[in-house]
């Protein structure tokens, strides 16, 4: 293996551990198991191709197509991420392909990977997503990919030659579209991983559309991670990734929202505020290579926890997510309400806080959790306690509230949060 491909395999032999302890939750039970399956079209790189569909797949699924790291597949990818188990709560399928090159890397390098239908790893990759439209009663508004390393670069490739397939990406420490390419055969480009390679929003956004050219329909949403110290693919290309997304969407780089959903994190958001923006991208303080990714975060940016099964697992109840009561607020304080994606062991809590006739300058919501319930994380919000009665106190962004203005903040639990009434007070 070539010395800079050893380089990166070693540093995601790291990240995988961190990751896997990151998002290690309690998931529903399961029967289903990864199948392989092969025949399943013009596949020029001689990719393989696995695929998941949990025992309780919805009546109109949502696909991921979920790229590894190098050196890595989708098996490894299967069992390293929650992915699957998160499509065991929300009835989505996912595509786990591998490269079977050496060096187990994506071609985001060569001429005919970086054309639309100009050959390489990308045509084998939406033979896949087209052999699973065939079979299965797909939600086309809902096809999505999310990469990890080079697989992070090659959703940058994908979404950017397939605009019309994909509804959003995540790209978590990758590089901008184009930023890998070379002219001789070599799959490094040591310019781009050591953050050598920089250009205008414009410069990069034109790479991506000369990719496919004379296309003007919309582009896919993007979600991006990175590691402030990450010396395998620089940090300097998370911000070129934001140029060119941002570009691509014909927006401004300056954030319409800021938050920090996790420790060392910062995310910020383009084009909107809400969670399911053109552009997201979340940085990791003092992180490198190896970043605490938060897979059920993914999942709620790529719009997958949204959908239940149409039946429940043999073992389990299927997820549910009630509507939130619109809170009545106050006359000079606040009110707030919650709702739950529950699955068993666990839960996910979104808290809608509305500021009454006078406004707030910040708010505190208590709830008392059932017993043996615990928070496990938190973000938009800073929580006192994890157990009994937790205190949630506004971050400093989210504490002032026009009168009749809604912010959210949301945590995840261990156990049950069935039954949980928040109460609001306002300062």
């Known amino acids: 293996m070539k010395p800079k491909l050893a380089l990166l395999a070693a540093a995601l032999a790291t990240a995988v551990a961190t990751a896997t302890v990151a998002v290690a939750i309690p998931a529903p039970a399961s029967a289903a198991t990864l199948n392989q399956v092969t025949n399943f079209g013009d596949n020029p790189s001689n990719l393989q191709m696995h695929l998941y569909v949990p025992d309780s797949v919805a009546s109109r699924p949502a696909l991921l197509l979920a790229l590894h790291y190098c050196t890595g597949s989708g098996p490894a990818l299967h069992t390293g991420f929650p992915l699957s188990s998160l499509a065991d709560r929300y009835g989505y399928i996912v595509i786990y392909p591998s490269v079977t090159r050496s060096s187990k890397c994506w071609d985001v390098s060569s001429p005919q990977a970086l054309r639309r239908d100009g050959g390489s790893d990308p045509i084998g990759l939406k033979s896949m997503i087209d052999y699973v439209r065939q079979r299965y009663a797909v939600d086309t508004s809902r096809i999505v990919a999310a990469g990890f390393s080079s697989g992070a670069m090659m959703t940058n490739v994908m979404l950017g030659l397939y605009p019309e397939v994909f509804a959003a990406g995540v790209s978590s420490s990758g590089v901008p579209f184009g930023c890998f390419a070379t002219a001789n055969g070599s799959e490094w480009n040591s310019e781009c991983s050591g953050g050598r390679i920089t250009k205008t929003a414009q410069q990069w956004g034109d790479l991506v559309r000369n990719a496919y050219p004379g296309y003007a329909g919309q582009r896919p949403r993007m979600q991006i991670w990175h590691g402030t110290t990450d010396t395998t693919l620089s940090y300097v290309n998370f911000g070129e990734q934001i140029k060119q997304w941002t570009n691509l969407h014909g927006l401004s780089q300056t954030p319409a929202y800021t938050d920090y959903p996790q420790s060392s994190a910062t995310r910020t958001r383009y ?28 999942i709620r940016f790529l719009g997958l926890d949204n959908a239940s099964p149409t039946t429940p697992p043999p073992t389990t109840p299927a997820p549910t997510t009630p509507a939130p009561t619109t809170p009545t607020p106050g006359p000079g304080g606040c009110s707030a309400s919650v709702s739950l994606s529950s699955w068993t062991g666990g839960f996910v809590a979104t808290v809608r806080v509305t500021a009454g006739s006078s406004g707030t ?19 938009s919000a800073s929580a006192s306690g994890s157990v009994g009665t937790v205190r949630f106190v506004n971050v400093s962004y989210n504490g002032r509230l026009s009168p009749g203005q ?22």
């Not at 992180?287 to 059920?296: E, K, N, R, T």
């Not at 709830?367 to 938190?378: E, K, Y």
Request: hydrophobic residues 30%; negative net charge; glycine residues 20%.
């Open 406 to 427: 809604v912010t959210e903040f949301g945590f995840q639990g261990n156990g049950s949060g069935s039954g949980m009434t928040p109460t609001c007070s306002a300062s």
């Open 271 to 298: 084009g909107g505020t809400g969670g399911t923006v053109p552009v997201e991208a979340i940085s990791f303080q003092g992180y490198g290579h190896s970043i605490p990714f938060d897979g059920a975060q993914a």
């Open 361 to 379: 300058s910040g708010w505190t919501v208590s709830m008392s959790l059932p017993a043996g319930a615990s928070v496990t994380n938190t973000w």
